[in-house]
């Protein structure tokens, strides 16, 4: 059963606007999420992370919501750039999970220029 | 800093021949884990390891098994490969786990197929 979703596979933007990528979760004992960025024939390269004390993280043109009450995550890039565009995958850990990350199924982002 | 390598890149194998993959990291972490990713599902962990020494099993084990003889080294054994086994095998590391709040880093990942 799937604990981490990304319901939308892909997602198109124009280059300056905003790209909103969102998460859910199933698991509520969740108290740790990253978001990692994946460019093809590469391994997925850290790009943001929040705990579950938090509501939102930023760094750069990159922030990350949590909305615990929604078991809801949303990563916001603004502007978005033409290097952006990537296969971006939420995860997330904590609780009864011990040592293991669940990954979401990922969302291609593709930032038209 | 090489961070993390796996070898190979890219491998074909016959249904019933074995392999093993190789993971190597120079960042001194402790934990290690093994991910397949298919489409359509995401990142599914397969084993990690939390020391040398010492490996646990994780979402979808079976088929696979690991060694971690070496702090720098998880090695990932495909006993009889099967076609449902094709997939892309990433390796990663981190310093501490999940619950002291540290990001995983990523090798470049070896594309297996079984025929």
């Known amino acids: 059963d799937q604990q981490v979703k990304q319901n939308s596979p892909s997602l198109s933007v124009q280059e300056g606007r905003i790209s909103i990528l969102n998460c859910d979760y199933t698991?509520?004992?969740?108290?740790?999420f990253l978001w990692y960025k994946k460019y093809p024939a590469e391994g997925p390269t850290f790009l943001i992370s929040i705990s579950s004390i938090k509501d939102k993280n930023e760094d750069g043109r990159f922030t990350v919501f949590l909305n615990k009450s929604a078991k809801h995550l949303s990563l916001h890039i603004v502007p978005s750039q033409p290097g952006d565009s990537a296969v971006y995958f939420c995860?997330?850990?904590?609780?009864?999970?011990?040592?293991?990350?669940?990954f979401g199924t990922g969302t291609s982002l593709t930032v038209i220029p | 800093n090489a961070g993390v390598t796996q070898t190979p890149k890219f491998r074909v194998l016959k249904t019933g021949q074995s392999m093993t993959l190789l993971c190597a990291q120079d960042m001194n972490h402790e934990y290690m884990y093994w991910y397949r990713q298919d489409p359509g599902m995401g990142l599914r962990l397969i084993h990690y390891s939390v020391g040398e020494g010492t490996t646990a099993k994780g979402e979808v084990p079976d088929g696979y098994n690991v060694s971690r003889l070496k702090k720098q080294n998880f090695l990932l054994g495909l006993e009889s490969a099967a076609p449902s086994q094709t997939s892309v095998y990433f390796c990663?590391?981190?310093?501490?786990?999940?619950?002291?709040?540290?990001?995983?880093?990523f090798g470049p990942g070896t594309r297996l197929t079984v025929l």
């Open positions: 995860a997330a850990s904590g609780g009864g999970t011990g040592n293991q990350f669940y």
């Open positions: 698991n509520s004992m969740f108290d740790y």
């Open positions: 990663a590391s981190s310093y501490s786990g999940p619950v002291n709040y540290n990001e995983q880093f």
